[in-house]
Nanobody
Framework: QVQLVESGGGLVQPGGSLRLSCAAS????????IGWFRQAPGKEREGVLC????????YFVGSVKGRFTMFRDDAKKTMYLQMNSLKPEDTAVYYC????????????????????????WGQGTQVTVSS
């Protein structure tokens, strides 16, 4: 079992950058499929970026291509979401998640909403992009 705690959200101007962190306890992250998700007001939660050591091809939603990257520091048991060229439509509560079932299919981890209830989740952090 793993516990996740996010940090790093805040208010940023359009075009700016922000890095979110997600610290794990109870287990290391290298065994899990891990991902970043977001939920804007009035919208469903969506998978933004998902990856794992077992699936060499990370998945990302098209709207963040070329702007967001995800990486993991196993020594610190922390994963990160680096967000560049932020847009107002990126405004949302961002969540990190971990799951064992989709280690070999990270796209499924991101897109299969019916499976979200089975993931380990952080508490969420607000990101607001506004001038």
């Amino acid at each position: 079992q793993v516990q996740l705690v996010e940090s790093g959200g805040g208010l940023v101007q359009p075009g700016g950058s922000l890095r979110l962190s997600c610290a794990a306890s109870g287990s290391t992250l290298d065994e899990y499929a891990i991902g970043w998700f977001r939920q804007a007001p009035g919208k469903e939660r969506e998978g933004v970026l998902c990856m794992s050591s077992m699936d060499g091809q990370p998945y990302f939603v098209g709207s963040v291509k070329g702007r967001f990257t995800m990486f993991r520091d196993d020594a610190k048991k922390t994963m990160y979401l680096q967000m560049n060229s932020l847009k107002p439509e990126d405004t949302a509560v961002y969540y990190c998640a971990a799951d064992l079932a989709f280690r070999y299919n990270v796209e499924a981890m991101c897109v299969m909403r019916k499976q979200y209830e089975n993931y380990y989740w952080g508490q969420g952090t607000q990101v607001t992009v506004s001038s």
